[in-house]
């Protein structure tokens, strides 16, 4: 769950950068994204396997 606590002299626009840069930072989205459709056992695998094989492929980049 993401919270912003007002500080004093906090404008709204700030509060809702505070709030925009916290939901990109814990991967709110990217998990929303992820589970808005249902996907089988078994192409999670897949996707796993896919992405230890390009992890691998380039060990000196970061994996973020």
Request: charged share 45%.
């Amino acid at each position: 769950m993401v919270f912003v606590k007002a500080q004093p002299g906090d404008t709204s626009d700030s509060l809702i950068r505070k709030f925009t840069r916290k939901v990109l930072a814990e991967g709110v989205l990217q998990d929303l994204k992820k589970r808005e459709f249902y996907q089988k056992p078994a192409e999670i695998r897949k996707e796993k396997k896919r992405e230890l094989k390009r992890r691998l492929k380039h060990p000196g980049r970061r994996n973020y």
